[in-house]
């Protein structure tokens, strides 16, 4: 469709394969940019993927993904959505327009220019509302007015703006001629046409190889019609050549064809539309590329021509064709097709997506940045068995069996053998075995496998990957001594906690006392015997600075930091031996520690805490410390979930999620930043909820049916949107569905 980008940084940005992961699904519509895609998920909501130097994919940062990430601001609302070179824009079902990313020539259409990047969507000057569709070139866009009218705005070097001028325009300006009576329009590069409600078709801008449609001039600051062609009801535009298919499924191609492009079985650049060989009629759907073209036959079969340096047209041969030839595996069930520069992606009638083609900066949304010559998935999180939270990045374990993780990756926390951080889930390729659960402290994670081993990765300073160094880790690495037969593993800040065989072992930080083998020495970068436990513990949870368990009579112990009574033994000071906490002797359900407070859960479905009480986060009503077990107010039946973060609390109680205490960054997902000292309904998840999680500035919850939403603080990308701060409940990026609220899969 545009100019092929090749930029060095994605050499810095390659990361191993991700392993299995599930298809992204519920795509309604697919948009294809010169390196990125977007995609509107049913319910509205929109993600992109691929290039992001100049922040096209609208999610906060410049950092290239491939993986799909929301972008911010846009759910519900995207109608149309195009890409250019380094921005994006789109129509909204509210009929504005809205363009984010790169503006050296004023193509965001916000009156300025410059060349510090747009990082969200941007209403575009004077188009608030009555816009029905958008089309970007590569530093030019234009709108489709409800009543038929044209407007451009973006670099005029070549004509494109069609205003019968060459000046640049930071703000919208008419098309001479068409105030009225266009069907639809498109760009690419540096040209720019309009289908017409009558059927033929109208083009400015440059007429390099003749795309214009006529010969014997380099370009048109006004529009001039294409001769020869009439009853078109769809147009597509590539750098040098366009195409249009007309009633009946006949299709016809002109301009440059060096690579083919134009499907007549030869290499002769043509100003006159001519018939794309094998297609006499039965073509439903057209799209174009940089140097390539793809059709869609009546009957769901796709097929490529032109260009095919990068795999584009999707067979395993790279040679350049002449004629249509068909797409691995995609000869059924098509309903949908949209082309980069050198790429290709077709959206199914189940409303999946593949791609194929030029992947370096992760644009066929697989996870990699590998060429693909035949179709791959575009891959997202998937319906999730449990998650596991860290400071700053989120884990979970995907129905793959495989975990994924998100968020920040300075020292490699993500275990993808890199320090790329992600705004969006992805699998952790250095860990190929199937895992139970998955864990995250201060920039590291660990996962326990099937077998019962368990494996850490990330930031080692205090020998937190029990590895027996101090080294960090970008890829996983096994936890010496532990060998098989582990069942269960807790981590927090600096250390983690293991249950084999009933017994409990520590590792990492131990300046409180936390690992509870009787001392207080600064680290131990192997697992410890933590002492004064009876056999058969049966649950553990690592704080900040404490650990708790839970034995098999029901009874709490806990060990570590007690300067705020988190130990709830009665005992005053720091103890590094495991202590009974007082009155809950038996009937423990559950335990989870945080940074200065502690939580337990009943088998007959009650909630207390203790610890420190600042902020409200005990749910007790005041913002006193208490040294001994309390209830939490309104929490005495129906708990089944408990979670602990370090300024506040939240439970699963009766299927509905409820959080306390400090609330800055929208901890509590109640779409306030008001502190709260009492159990608060997180919007939107009123129902249907499995269990919740908590980190140190944000929460997730995950639904009876697997499916994610996360809130809070989001500055690395732990929330897994690509967006920032939520105080309501954000969708992780969903391989079965991008839920735009609540997790009703009929929604």
Known sequence: MKPFIVIALFLSLLVSSPGRAEPLQGVDRLFAGVNHLCARVTGGATVCWGLNFSGELGNGTLINSPYPVAVAGLDGVASVIEGGAGFTCAATTAGSAKCWGANSSGQLGNGSIGFEPNFAPMTVSGLGSGVAAVTTGDSHACALLVGGGVKCWGNGASGQLGNSDTATQPSPVDVTGLSSGVASIAASENYTCARMIAGTVTCWGSNAFDKLGSTGFGFSSTPIDVPSIGGVNAIALGTHHACALSSGGRLRCWGGNFQGQLGDGTLTSRPTPLNVTGFANGVAAISTGGAHTCAVTSVGAMSCWGGNLSGELGNPDNSVQTTPIAVAGLSSGIAQISLGSNFSCARATDLTVRCWGYNGFGALGDGQFAFRRIPVDVVGLGSTSTLGLGETHSCAVGNSGLPLCWGQNRSGGLGNGNTISLTAPAPVSSVTSSVLAVVGGYEFSCALTVAGAVLCWGNNDYGQLGDGSTETR??????????????????????????????????????????????????????????????????????????????????????????????????????????????????????????????????????????????????????????????????????????????????????????????????????????????????????????????????????????????????????????????????????????????????
């Not at 420190?612 to 005495?636: E, H």
């Open 474 to 747: 970008l890829v996983a690495v096994p936890v010496t001594g532990l060998g098989s037969g582990v069942s269960a593993i807790s981590a927090r800040r600096l250390h983690v906690c293991a249950i084999a065989a009933g017994a409990v072992k520590c590792w990492g930080r131990n300046a409180s006392g936390q690992l509870g083998d009787g001392n207080f020495s600064a680290y131990s970068t192997v697992p410890v015997n933590t002492l004064n436990l009876p056999a058969g513990i049966t649950r553990i949870n690592a704080g900040e600075e404490h650990t708790c368990a839970v034995t098999a009579g029901g009874a709490a112990k806990c060990w570590g930091e007690n300067t705020f009574g988190q130990l709830g033994t009665g005992v005053a000071g720091n103890s590094a031996l495991a202590g009974d906490v007082i009155g809950l002797s038996s009937g423990v359900a559950d335990i989870v520690a945080s940074n200065t407070h502690t939580c337990a859960r009943t088998v007959a479905g009650a909630m207390r805490c203790w610890g420190r009480g600042a902020n409200g986060r005990l749910g007790i009503g005041t913002v006193d410390d208490q040294p001994f077990p309390v209830n939490v107010v309104g929490m005495t039946t129906g708990v089944t979930s408990i979670a602990a973060g370090g300024r506040h609390t939240c439970a699963v109680r009766n299927g509905a999620v409820s959080c306390w205490g400090a609330n800055s960054q929208g901890l509590l997902g109640d779409g306030t930043l008001e502190t709260r000292l009492l159990p608060t309904t997180v919007v939107g998840l009123g129902s249907g909820m499995a269990a919740v999680y908590a980190g140190d500035r944000h929460s997730c919850a995950r639904s009876t049916s697997g499916m994610v939403k996360c809130w809070g603080n989001d500055d690395s990308g732990e929330i897994g949107d690509g967006g920032r701060d939520h105080s309501q409940p954000a969708a992780v990026i969903n391989g079965d569905r991008l839920f735009a609220s609540g997790f009703d899969p009929g929604a």
